[in-house]
């Protein structure tokens, strides 16, 4: 299995809502990332988790939380978005053997619209 | 992190051979050079990889300069299929930052049948 899921596909909230976005991998890898895609434009990372702990997060604003609850799970919780924060999230994992290329595996993203 | 520039857009016919460019003059010694690509609707895929030399793999070949200041990447035969962005990516081999990728813009490539 060398496939990585996300749910919901798409999602529309509001800037009151809590939402949580959700990925899961079932490679045995033990990195995982979070990454953000405006329309038109190259993927941006957020965050990445290594066995299961945030090793990078790249300036994000506190209203994303990221949580990796296991070595197959990422979540990444949503609270009092702005309409900027519309994007297609990309979730990815990787193997982490150090030395080695490690070729990360996409989902299909999660299509966030906040209204 | 290294820079990389690529043409915004190209087009090829189907079943032709497409060459994409990648300019990385800053490029350092322990740098590998990456490509990925996005298929419409889709998450970024990993096409193929390469330090110094010439690779291949059954999606496409990777060319390499000498100086290492700029690669092709090469699709033997194009097809439909193929139309995507394609992503040259620059990643430090020995301080990889925890396996972080840094996207630049990109070429769009669109095949015509």
């Known amino acids: 299995d060398t496939e990585v899921t996300q749910t919901p596909k798409h999602l529309v909230m509001g800037m009151t809502n809590k939402k949580s976005l959700k990925c899961e991998q079932h490679?045995?890898?033990?990195?995982m990332y979070w990454y953000k895609q405006k329309a038109k434009k190259p993927p941006e990372l957020m965050f990445v988790?290594?066995?299961?702990?945030?090793?990078i997060n790249e300036s994000v604003p506190s209203r994303f939380s990221p949580e990796c609850p296991n070595s197959s799970l990422l979540n990444l919780h949503l609270h009092a978005l702005q309409p900027e924060d519309s994007a297609l999230y990309l979730c990815?994992?990787?193997?982490?053997?150090?030395?080695?290329?490690?070729?990360?595996?996409f989902g299909p993203g999660t299509r966030l619209t906040v209204l | 992190d290294a820079k990389t520039t690529q043409p915004n857009s190209m087009e090829s016919n189907e079943e032709e051979p497409v060459h994409l460019p990648c300019n990385h003059s800053?490029?350092?010694?322990?740098?590998?050079i990456h490509w990925y690509r996005q298929l419409p609707s889709q998450g970024p895929e990993y096409v193929i990889h390469g330090l110094t030399s010439n690779v291949n793999n059954r999606m496409a070949s990777l060319a390499i300069a000498e100086d290492r200041k700029s690669s092709t990447l090469i699709l033997h035969r194009a097809t439909l299929r193929d139309a995507a962005v394609y992503y040259c990516i620059l990643r430090d081999g020995v301080n990889n930052q925890g396996g972080k990728l840094i996207f630049g813009q990109g070429t769009e490539l669109s095949v015509k049948p």
């Open positions: 800053t490029i350092s010694g322990t740098d590998y």
């Open positions: 490679m045995g890898h033990r990195a």
């Open positions: 990815a994992s990787s193997q982490h053997r150090l030395g080695g290329y490690n070729e990360q595996f």
């Open positions: 988790y290594s066995y299961e702990k945030l090793s």
